[in-house]
């Protein structure tokens, strides 16, 4: 069964939200009150409406506690963000996530029950920030508020030792669940060539090489202490 979810505010952030969901294969529910704004995702989503959010009788002809989650992502118009959430709130909506403007707007929505508030550019610009001043970080997969994966380049001062040797999980308070590392191969025509190989739960009498990627799970500042030096 298709999972089903709810956009209510179809600026370009809530958009590319309904495209996204829709090209996973989820059903998705488009509201605004703008018509054009509605008639620009028609094609990709499940239903779509014109429709004024912050109207009971509106909301009242849409099942809203059905999906897995109403996402509300205007933040232009405070009072139409808070009353929405507070409609959705009394309506038994599941799970509710929000758009908010600034730390007071999130307090706010905090405090009716929102499940969740998000920061779209404030995230963005975190996220690039911190690829732009660790540049040997490859991918972030965010496990929680306090944890995470990541793909690492080892540092020069690693080459040459055992996994017990630097004692990552004692010293550091990270696990290294995997590694990545070109390895010379002699192809069919007799030429050298560098081949993609992965080490999925490597031993402590693993040797990192130089080059190698390192597949490190645990607290984002540990894991910044560690690879940001």
């Not at 059903?27 to 409406?49: G, N």
């Not at 696990?175 to 081949?195: C, D």
């Amino acid at each position: 069964m298709k999972k089903e979810f709810c956009v209510i505010g179809i600026g370009r952030f809530g958009k590319l939200l309904v495209e996204n969901l829709s090209k996973l294969g989820a059903r998705v529910v488009a509201i605004d009150k703008e018509e054009e704004r509605i008639l620009s995702v028609q094609d990709m989503a499940y239903e779509s409406y014109v429709m004024d959010a912050t109207q009971e009788k509106a909301l009242d002809t849409i099942d809203i506690h059905e999906f897995e989650a109403v996402i509300v992502t205007i933040s232009g118009d405070i009072e139409a963000s808070i009353l929405t959430c507070l409609l959705l709130k009394e309506k038994g909506a599941k799970r509710i996530i929000a758009r908010a403007r600034d730390e007071l707007h999130s307090r706010i929505l905090d405090k009716l029950g929102v499940s969740k508030t998000i920061f779209p550019e404030k995230e963005m610009a975190e996220k690039l920030a911190r690829h732009l001043y660790s540049p040997g970080l490859f991918e972030i997969i965010e496990l929680s508020e306090n944890y995470v994966m990541e793909e690492r380049v080892s540092l020069p001062e690693f080459s040459g030792k055992t996994l017990s040797d630097l004692k990552f999980r004692t010293k550091y308070g990270i696990n290294v669940i995997a590694i990545k590392r070109k390895v010379p191969e002699v192809n069919e025509s007799g030429k050298t060539i560098l081949k993609e190989e992965v080490i999925i739960g490597p031993g402590g009498d693993e040797e990192i090489k130089d080059g190698d990627i390192l597949f490190v799970l645990g607290e984002k500042n540990k894991v910044e202490g560690v690879f940001s030096k």
